[in-house]
């Protein structure tokens, strides 16, 4: 009896022992194949990811591509423009125009002034080599006055702001070749090309024209 008893404590130790041994097998086969499925997500990931990182990048070099070349939203700051253009408003601005000829008298456009890192919206006004001088409350291009009545406010023929521009002689003053001179709609309340520290604007800071005011929705307008 007792044998047996002994037998059947032996079987058992053996059984467990056993049993602990395919746990631990088990366990292992678990651990390797978490290991391969890690590494697998892992491989997975970058395979995925890279493709998305390169397309946020060419999303973000298209965006300043555009920005830079062709066209931009600008935030009108402050009241040189005013009727034509108000404070706060959004404007599109457009350059691609630019590539293919330059600017002309009346066009409105985004200028940066010399020795400034900020840029103005103002109209072009005269063009390289005219002569531009204010008299009488009037602009004068050439001896002949200058017809603003279309976008003329009650400054009109009470311009009180003459050209002082470096190298202007008694309010006179010649544009030079590849300038343009800028003035504010608001004729009376702007700093342009008409003070000496500002002066004509060369081509180059010529950076786009503005085509049309896109915010606030309500007076959305083309320029």
């Excluded at 400034?116 to 008299?135: D, L, Q, T």
């Excluded at 279309?150 to 050209?163: F, H, K, L, M, T």
Aim: hydrophobic share 40%; charged share 25%; net charge negative.
């Amino acid at each position: 009896m007792e044998n047996n008893d002994k037998s059947y404590q032996d079987s058992l130790k053996a059984s467990a022992s056993e049993q602990i041994a395919v746990n631990a097998k088990t366990e292992r086969a678990f651990e390797k194949a978490s290991e391969k499925l890690h590494k697998h997500h892992s491989e997975l990931n970058r395979t995925f990811n890279l493709p998305f990182v390169l397309m946020i990048l060419c999303v973000i070099v298209a965006a300043f591509a555009v920005r830079q070349f062709i066209a931009e939203p600008t935030l009108v700051d402050g009241e040189s423009m005013e009727t034509t253009l108000m404070d706060r408003e959004r404007l599109f601005v457009e350059k691609v125009s630019l590539w293919f000829g330059e600017p002309q008298r009346g066009d409105i456009v985004i200028v940066h002034y010399p020795n400034s890192s900020s840029r103005y919206v103002k109209r072009i006004i005269a063009m390289p080599g005219e002569s531009i001088e204010i008299k009488h409350g009037f602009v004068y291009i050439n001896d002949e006055q200058l017809d603003e009545s279309a976008y003329a406010g009650d400054w009109y023929g009470r311009i009180n702001s003459i050209v002082q521009t470096v190298g202007s002689v008694d309010g006179r003053y010649t544009v030079p070749e590849g300038h343009y001179f800028v003035i504010g709609d608001n004729r009376n309340e702007s700093k342009d090309s008409r003070s000496d520290e500002v002066g004509a604007i060369p081509f180059e800071q010529v950076l786009g024209r503005v085509r049309a005011v896109i915010f606030p929705f309500s007076r959305m307008r083309g320029v």
